[in-house]
């Protein structure tokens, strides 16, 4: 194990008779053990704490929530995952396979850093934990941790973060300076119960490259929450991609919210995978700050069985000549149900603006629900923008002419699917995150056909 | 009351402005909403007592629902509701002939640039002055066919066996806060009966005019096409410049029995101190055809979203729209497609322009629930922005459930492109020419869905909004 781990905080340990006034089990985060954090961490966290007690849970009439339900959320049920053993520890190690060419790789266990292999990194980078980036990169975490309002209904999820948060990674790419390979992060919870808060930062100077994908798995099928903040923002002419693979057990609950900003000339591209939990919330909003800037935000979801994939989406042009695109895939079977509601926001003098969002469902059973909210608030001129949602079955012609092949049924509609979602996932031009996306959808299939 | 008889030769094409005639009114509720309003108005139009008990309870709704500011605009609430009137007549009887209608209500529609010809020749002019129909003059050959066309007063009166069956049915009192003010204190709209298999020719037609300062109009339409019925009808509104808001809260009803089809078609050119908040709802059963074609021009804010009920199989719901939003004027329309039956399609086509700060919203619901099969639904929604200042927004939701049914919705925003004005501009039309004739060329496919008479009209006013609009 790496030595980095005891540069952790001392666990924050729930107090489980400290029950707030909505009889939530996720206590105060008790702060007298936190004295070596920097003093504005520590009152940013208390205050955050503060507001999530007072922020109602969001009613299912409020807008940002249609057709969802933030009551699914068992807050009651979860609190802060303590350590894990010795055992899962190394086993989720054992478990997190990397991408071949993967140029760091950083495991969490239960919101603990418990391995970092970050050889390969250019000199310069800063790749290291949440808890280090607070003792020796405090500038930049002052500059960006958190600054974003939340637009997209889960103001009270983001206070929860704040109020927890304490493990994730914190990336810092200085000027000219490429990373070409991906940098790889794990995050894992085994206990039952237990929620984690994993926050990632990635911040590129000018002109500099860099790839992050996050994990977010859980080594049983109980209830378990994931509620993460992501927050990338790419200087002048850089280039971010940031992925993130959400892959909870059955009974796994995820709310992640993710934010990008592109600065002049910069591109981004954010992907979400969403193949695991029961209920998985993704709030995702796409600043476009620079002139010349571009945001691609893709998706691809699989849910089976009660899953329900529920996502928000909002590109802000604040700035003229700024490109943006939207590519979201759901393939539906069982009693699934896919939410997507997006939203172009081009304002005023963000002029010569290119913006498109496209949602496409395939409905693989009968019984399969695909609600989708497209939406476009146009305040300037000389814009272009479009958006497209589509929601149908697989197309008998397509099923046809795989049949007339000699291909088995199974197998056809395995394949249609796959070639469904992957037009999403060939976006990302690189090819061993693809390969990797790819593998994580070919193993939801192969469950599924078993199942 | 003296008229003055002004040459219509002298009045220019263009002078819609100001339509502000002298008011004459017998009959004054006061102003603001009460149980005393209601039984002022039942009084007054001598309503049945379960009216005045419809309408009672209606109110009750109506007082306990919030304003839907938690996804409308907020500009809802400046609607000051005690500072309306809400019944007004002149106590004129409808009409029997074109001779007994007072000339200035005529000369207003000379105004609307309508040939008294074409007036006479369409059927069935229905034009309604304040609440009650002015004016009213069933073709022979519509009568003749059994077909039942009066004002909804008249309908509930002497017609009760067929009104009182489908009257609040499609659109329950409690759907919004506007549908249940309509229940509250409805007066005047159209009742229009088509026995089976009856096949009208004519366009049935009514005009709304607003004619009271801070006056409210609250029509009732119900429209019912019994089995392999036919009709199409059409209204067109326009209103004097007012210096304070005026209250437009209108509901329609529409019923299509097997087979039947009905079109309705709106034209409407409110003055933009106008809210117009409709509800307008048809149920189309087994191969029933239900289409709304809507334009919408000018008010303060619109919100109207015409929906369809899809209740038998193969059934059929159509809407198609135009929406034209100059500064100071919030065009919110859309669609509602609610598909509860099998192989049920809709097809919703929308277009709106922006003119200086003006904005134009489309919002549509398109569900599709789990137990059906070979449902289809396509919307299309294109914006086109004229100034930097104009807005566009679209607000779709689509629900689907199952895997046996097909949904598109497409959306597009633009500007006329540089390139276009140019080109024109060089074969010598002035700007605001090529601007005016690009815009229509925007909207050309669907105004050929419009009636000959209304797609001129519409194709005018554009020209008219386009004004100053450029250079």
């Known amino acids: 194990m790496d030595s980095t781990v005891l540069d952790n905080p001392p666990d924050i340990l729930p107090e489980r008779d400290t029950l707030t006034p909505s009889g939530l089990q996720i206590a105060v985060p008790s702060r007298d053990d936190r004295e070596t954090l920097p003093a504005w961490f520590r009152e940013r966290t208390a205050s955050a704490w503060k507001d999530f007690q007072q922020l109602p849970v969001p009613s299912i009439k409020s807008e940002p929530w249609r057709y969802s339900n933030a009551k699914r959320i068992s807050l009651a049920e979860l609190h802060p995952a303590g350590a894990a053993s010795a055992t899962d520890e190394q086993q989720a190690i054992e478990q997190s396979h990397p991408i071949n060419n993967a140029a760091a790789r950083l495991v969490f266990v239960n919101d603990r850093l418990v391995h970092r292999d970050a050889a390969k990194l250019p000199a310069g980078v800063v790749c290291v934990s949440f808890a280090e980036a607070l003792r020796d990169h405090e500038e930049l975490l002052k500059q960006h941790f958190m600054k974003r309002e939340s637009f997209l209904g889960s103001a009270k999820f983001a206070s929860l973060h704040l109020a927890h948060v304490k493990a994730g990674t914190v990336v810092f790419v200085p000027k000219n300076v490429v990373v070409e390979h991906p940098i790889e992060i794990f995050h894992w919870v085994t206990e039952s119960n237990a929620a984690i808060f994993p926050h990632t930062l990635v911040v590129t100077s000018e002109h500099a490259q860099v790839k992050a994908i996050d994990h977010y798995r859980s080594s049983n099928d109980a209830l378990t929450l994931s509620c993460a903040v992501a927050d990338i923002i790419a200087g002048a002419g850089s280039s971010i991609t940031y992925v993130s693979c959400q892959e909870l057990g059955e009974k796994g609950q995820a709310l992640h919210l993710s934010s990008t900003s592109t600065h002049r000339d910069s591109k981004v591209k954010s992907f979400q995978v969403q193949l695991g939990g029961e209920f998985s919330r993704s709030e995702s909003v796409s600043d476009l700050v620079g002139e010349n800037s571009r945001s691609d935000m893709l998706s691809v979801s699989m849910p089976v069985g009660d899953q329900l994939v529920d996502q928000r989406t909002l590109q802000r042009h604040l700035a003229p000549h700024t490109y943006s695109d939207l590519l979201y895939k759901n393939a539906l079977y069982d009693r699934a149900h896919s939410i997507f509601s997006g939203l172009i926001h081009v304002f005023e003098g963000a002029h010569y603006t290119d913006a498109y969002q496209t949602c496409r469902n395939l409905l693989n059973s009968e019984e399969a629900e695909a609600s989708s909210m497209p939406g476009l608030e146009i305040n300037a001129d000389q814009v272009k923008c479009s958006h497209g949602s589509t929601s149908s079955p697989v197309s008998d012609e397509e099923l046809f002419y795989l049949k007339a092949r000699g291909i088995p049924d199974t197998e056809a509609r395995r394949l249609i699917v796959i070639g469904f979602l992957a037009n999403a996932v060939s976006r990302l031009e690189d090819e061993s995150i693809e390969t990797m996306i790819r593998e994580r959808m070919e193993e939801k299939f192969a469950s599924l056909v078993v199942a | ?471």
């Open chain 2, 1 to 471: 009351m003296v008229i003055e008889n002004t040459d219509l030769s002298t009045i220019a094409p263009d002078s819609t402005g100001n339509f502000t005639f002298p008011e004459r009114n017998k009959y004054d509720s006061g102003y603001g909403i009460t149980e005393k309003t209601i039984d002022y108005i039942c009084d007054v139009k001598g309503d049945p007592d379960w009216i005045r008990e419809f309408r009672k309870k209606a109110l009750g709704v109506f007082n306990s629902k919030p304003m839907p500011t938690h996804w409308a605009t907020k500009d809802l609430e400046n609607i000051k509701f005690d500072e309306f009137r809400y019944y007004l007549s002149d106590g004129q009887k409808p009409k029997r002939s074109w001779d007994d209608v007072p000339e200035d209500v005529k000369k207003t529609f000379d105004r609307l640039g309508i040939p008294e010809q074409e007036r006479k020749f369409l059927a069935g002019v229905e034009a309604q002055y304040d609440s009650e129909a002015a004016y009213s003059n069933i073709k022979a050959a519509v009568a003749e066919q059994g077909v039942i066309f009066v004002n909804s007063t008249e309908g509930l009166h002497k017609y009760p066996e067929i009104f009182r069956k489908w009257f609040g049915k499609v659109i329950p009192t409690g759907d919004n806060k506007f549908s249940a003010l309509n229940s509250a204190v409805f007066s005047g709209g159209s009742f229009i009966y088509v026995p089976p298999g009856v096949k009208v020719k004519h366009p049935l037609q009514a005009y709304f005019r607003i004619n009271s300062e801070q006056f409210g109009q609250f029509e009732r339409t119900l429209i019912i096409a019994d089995e392999g019925a036919e009709v199409m009808y059409m209204e067109g509104c326009t209103a004097p410049k007012f210096e304070t808001a005026t209250l437009h809260s209108a509901v329609v009803e529409l019923v299509a029995m097997k087979g039947a089809k009905i079109q309705y078609v709106t034209v409407q050119n409110w003055s933009s101190n106008v809210f117009n908040l409709v509800t307008k709802r048809g149920i189309a059963h087994e191969d029933a055809v239900v289409k709304w074609i809507d334009c919408n021009i000018g008010s303060r804010l619109t919100m109207k979203y015409p929906g369809v009920v899809m209740k038998g199989k193969r059934a059929r719901g159509e809407v198609i729209s135009i929406a034209l939003a100059n500064s100071g004027q919030h065009q919110d329309t859309g669609a509602k497609m609610v598909h509860a039956a099998d192989d049920t399609t809709s097809n919703v086509i929308s277009k709106s322009i922006s003119i200086g700060e003006g904005r134009a919203t489309y919002r549509g619901l398109v569900h599709i629930p789990k137990h059906l099969k070979g449902c289809k639904n396509n919307t299309e929604c294109d914006a086109l922005l004229i100034n930097p200042n104009s807005r566009t927004d679209t607000y779709p939701a689509i629900s689907v459930r199952g895997n046996q049914h097909a949904t598109q919705h497409e959306a597009s925003v633009s500007q006329v492109s540089a390139d276009q004005i140019f080109y024109l501009m060089q074969r010598g039309l002035t700007e605001a020419e090529a601007m005016s004739l690009s815009v229509n060329g925007f909207i050309n496919d669907l105004a050929k869905e419009f009636p000959m008479e209304y797609s001129v009209e519409l194709k005018r006013l554009i020209d008219l909004e386009m004004e100053g609009s450029v250079g």
